[in-house]
């Protein structure tokens, strides 16, 4: 690798796009802090290391979305420690941030975790780290503190989405068939409870609204984007649940399949979404169908009532029947 400046290391999984780890580094990159996202998988241990003493970055992050892959990260950390890496490492994603003292007490390596949302937190971090300032005062950051494991403030949930950058991208995702596809959110979080989720866990203790949508106009602008400079025709939307049950959503999805008209992308492009069977109405969907929806993806998540409501998923058999 050409020796470079690098401020940031993001490590992470990228089958398919990290959106995570894309929108860090396109929001860093607005304020000057250049950022490379290193594609993980457990066969590259030689080249994130090669990659580390080259660049040799302020921060190292690691992104970990399920608990099944720590002891993985975890030994790829003290590698890196045990081969001379020295940067400060941080970890985030939907576990560590549910159980970022457990994560920080098997993973001696780390040095931080960042909980929830990473844009402004890792941000902060950096300056702090910059300026050789104490860490108690990032706001949503578990940090060590000489022998001890400190659990800073939580940091409130970005109010507009719209005010973040596009995730940056270089190609599409895939190629089915020929055709370019690329993944996508519309929003951040969800109005559900289920018991076997992480999402509401990952942004309880966060200060904001449940979910958090864009706004039409600004989602089109991106597949807009996309469809012109990358020639994605395909988009697969990675929201938690893309939710339509009330007025406000319903005249969220009118304004967006307005957009997509508007701009004459319903013709152009096909998109899958995912749902509960129980957000989306037969005119909403019919709508989406004439513009472009080829796939829904639906959580029914069980086939009798009793494992329903150990789910809490708020509805029965008998409503995934008729519906």
């Not at 108690?136 to 940091?155: C, F, L, Q």
């Not at 697969?236 to 399949?257: C, G, M, P």
Request: aromatic share 10%; glycine share 10%; with cysteine.
């Amino acid at each position: 690798m050409n020796k470079e400046r690098i401020d940031i290391l993001l490590i992470g999984y990228e089958e398919g796009e990290n959106l995570g780890l894309r929108s860090i580094k396109s929001f860093l990159g607005q304020y000057g802090i250049l950022a490379h996202i290193e594609p993980y998988s457990s066969g590259k241990r030689e080249r994130i290391l090669e990659v580390c003493l080259s660049l040799n970055p302020v921060i190292i992050g690691f992104s970990l979305i399920f608990q099944r892959f720590l002891p993985d990260f975890a030994g790829l950390i003290n590698y890196l420690r045990g081969n001379g890496v020295t940067g400060h490492f941080t970890m985030g994603g939907h576990y560590p941030s549910v159980e970022s003292l457990q994560v920080m007490e098997l993973i001696p390596g780390l040095d931080s975790v960042v909980r929830c949302e990473g844009e402004y937190t890792t941000l902060e971090l950096f300056n702090y780290l910059k300026s050789g300032s104490h860490l108690s005062g990032v706001k949503g950051i578990t940090y060590r503190d000489g022998a001890s494991v400190r659990v800073n403030e939580a940091r409130t949930l970005i109010e507009n989405l719209d005010d973040l950058p596009f995730p940056v991208r270089e190609r599409c995702a895939y190629t089915v068939s020929g055709l370019g596809l690329s993944t996508i959110l519309s929003s951040r979080g969800c109005f559900y409870d289920c018991s076997f989720c992480s999402i509401r866990r990952f942004y309880r203790e966060a200060h904001g609204p449940l979910r958090r949508a864009r706004s039409p106009a600004n989602l089109v602008d991106e597949m807009e984007m996309l469809y012109n400079k990358l020639g994605t025709r395909i988009f697969i939307f990675e929201d938690d649940d893309f939710y339509t049950r009330n007025t406000l959503q319903n005249r969220w999805a009118d304004e967006f399949l307005g957009e997509l008209s508007r701009r004459n992308l319903d013709s152009q492009i096909a998109w899958r979404m995912s749902c509960r069977i129980d957000d989306i109405d037969e005119e909403i969907l019919s709508g989406m169908m004439r513009a472009g929806l080829m796939c829904v993806y639906i959580g029914i998540e069980a086939g009798n009532d009793f494992s329903l409501k150990v789910y809490n998923k708020k509805y029965t058999v008998g409503q995934v029947k008729s519906s």
